[in-house]
């Protein structure tokens, strides 16, 4: 059985790479997608960009960037600052549902605010899903519920009731 403890450690910087399946990138990005990445996180994150930001996620959904905000949410650079790009996912209006593995283990986070803004997105999906991925997400919400906070637990227990409804579909 997976110690959902260990999810963690996938998006710390400093002991792995994270890539996300389905992006087509290598394990270190090209300079110039790393410039994108960078420019795209400060473009989302600084508050001195803020009358920009709705231009950047309408200019993101015209141009398929979703790749790219999943990128930077992967990135080193996003720590501290990856709930506001996970919230963007779903700003952007950018449908996401092949990434449902990724936006499982971000729910499953231990940052309250990622967590949210993940099981936000996954609420927003409009699907197709594959079968495989719902129930995996399903059985890995439902170990994870075991050792939560009560707050994080109904949260936890909305996204089953979305996973289970999109399972119906």
Not at 36 to 49: A, E, G, Q, R
Not at 71 to 94: F, M, R, Y
Request: hydrophobic share 35%; glycine share 4%.
């Amino acid at each position: 059985m997976e110690n959902n403890d260990d999810l963690e450690k996938y998006f710390n910087s400093k002991e792995y790479i994270t890539t996300i399946v389905g992006i087509d990138q290598e394990h270190t990005p090209s300079p110039e997608k790393a410039g994108k990445v960078s420019t795209l996180i400060s473009l989302l994150t600084d508050p001195s960009n803020k009358e920009i930001r709705e231009e950047a996620l309408i200019t993101l959904k015209k141009d398929n960037g979703g790749d790219v905000l999943l990128t930077a949410i992967a990135s080193p650079e996003s720590d501290g600052k990856k709930h506001i790009l996970v919230a963007a996912c779903w700003e952007s209006e950018i449908n996401f549902s092949k990434y449902l593995p990724f936006f499982i283990l971000l729910a499953l986070s231990d940052d309250y605010l990622i967590s949210l803004e993940a099981i936000t997105v996954i609420e927003n999906m409009e699907g197709p899903f594959e079968k495989d991925h719902l129930t995996q997400g399903i059985k890995k919400i439902k170990e994870k519920q075991k050792s939560i906070s009560s707050e994080r637990l109904v949260l936890l227990n909305d996204l089953v009731v979305t996973l289970e409804e999109f399972l119906k579909k």
